[in-house]
C-alpha cells in the first residue's frame, strides 16, 4: 500500500527566507508524486507533479521539486518566499494508471513572518 | 473554464437531518473525485467515479453515505441521516483521463452536523 509522509506539521520562515518541505513516500515502484497548496478555506491547487524524466521539477508560484529515489523523498522549495505563500502544503502520491486516486500526507503549514 | 464546482459551499445541519452536497466537475473531465477533510483524519477519498461509473467505493465511511453521478456534468454526495461525527470539508475533484492523476478541486463544502 502507498503513504505519504509529511514530518513538519508547522514552519515558520521569514519573508524573503528559503523554504523547504519534506515529504517521503512508500511505494513499490515510482509513483507520481504531486504537490498541492490549500489557503485558507479555498480548495486545493496544483504546484507541480512528477510521472518521469527530469527529477527536479518546475512548477508554478517559483516552487520546485526534486525526486530522489534512493531516498524516497520529493521534496518543495522556494529560494525566497512571499508572504502570499502562507497556506497548507500537501504532498500526494498515485499510483500511475490508477485514475487520479491519490493519497495525500497530514499537510504542512507554513507560516511567514515579516 | 469555471473550474470545478460545488454547493453548497457551507451547511449547518442538525443531526438526523438528510444532508446532499453537489458537484459539477470540468467539461470533458472523465473521472471525478470525492474526498473528506478532518483535522484528525487529513484528507480522505471516499469515493471516485470514471465515466459516471463507480470504481471504488471502499472510503465511504458507512452505509449513511451514498453517491451518484447521473451524468457526466453532475455528481450527489448524500448523508442521511447525518451525525456530528460528518462535520468535515468535503471536495470534489476531477481529472481527464488523458490526464494521468492531474486533479483539479472545487473550494469545498463545508459541513457542520449540530
Known amino acids: 500500500a502507498q503513504s505519504v509522509t509529511q514530518p513538519d506539521i508547522h514552519i515558520t520562515v521569514s519573508e524573503g527566507a528559503s523554504l523547504e518541505l519534506r515529504c517521503n513516500y512508500s511505494?513499490?515502484?515510482?509513483?507520481?508524486l504531486f504537490w498541492y497548496v490549500q489557503s485558507p478555506g479555498q480548495g486545493l491547487q496544483l504546484l507541480l507533479k512528477?510521472?518521469?524524466?527530469?527529477?527536479l521539477v518546475q512548477g508554478i508560484k517559483g516552487f520546485e521539486a526534486e525526486f530522489k529515489r534512493s531516498q524516497s523523498s520529493f521534496n518543495l522549495r522556494k529560494p525566497s518566499v512571499h508572504w502570499s505563500d502562507a497556506a497548507e502544503y500537501f504532498c500526494?502520491?498515485?499510483?500511475?494508471?490508477?485514475?487520479?486516486?491519490?493519497?495525500f500526507g497530514a499537510g504542512t503549514q507554513v507560516v511567514v513572518t515579516p | 473554464d469555471a473550474g470545478v464546482i460545488q454547493s453548497p459551499r457551507h451547511e449547518v445541519t442538525e443531526m438526523g437531518q438528510e444532508v446532499t452536497l453537489r458537484c459539477k466537475p470540468i467539461?470533458?473531465?472523465?473521472?471525478l473525485f470525492w474526498y473528506r477533510q478532518t483535522m484528525m483524519r487529513g484528507l480522505e477519498l471516499l469515493i471516485y467515479?470514471?465515466?459516471?461509473?463507480?470504481?471504488?467505493d471502499s472510503g465511504m465511511p458507512e452505509d449513511r453515505f451514498s453517491a451518484k453521478m447521473p451524468n457526466a456534468s453532475f455528481s450527489t454526495l448524500k448523508i442521511q441521516p447525518s451525525e456530528p461525527r460528518d462535520s468535515a470539508v468535503y471536495f470534489c475533484?476531477?481529472?481527464?483521463?488523458?490526464?494521468?492523476?492531474?486533479?483539479?478541486f472545487g473550494a469545498g463544502s463545508r459541513l457542520t452536523v449540530l
Open positions: 475533484a476531477s481529472s481527464p483521463s488523458s490526464g494521468a492523476n492531474v486533479l483539479t
Open positions: 511505494y513499490g515502484a515510482t509513483p507520481y
Open positions: 512528477y510521472f518521469s524524466g527530469d527529477t
Open positions: 500526494a502520491v498515485g499510483a500511475p494508471n490508477s485514475w487520479g486516486k491519490l493519497q
Open positions: 467539461s470533458g473531465h472523465n473521472s
Open positions: 467515479f470514471n465515466n459516471n461509473v463507480p470504481i471504488d
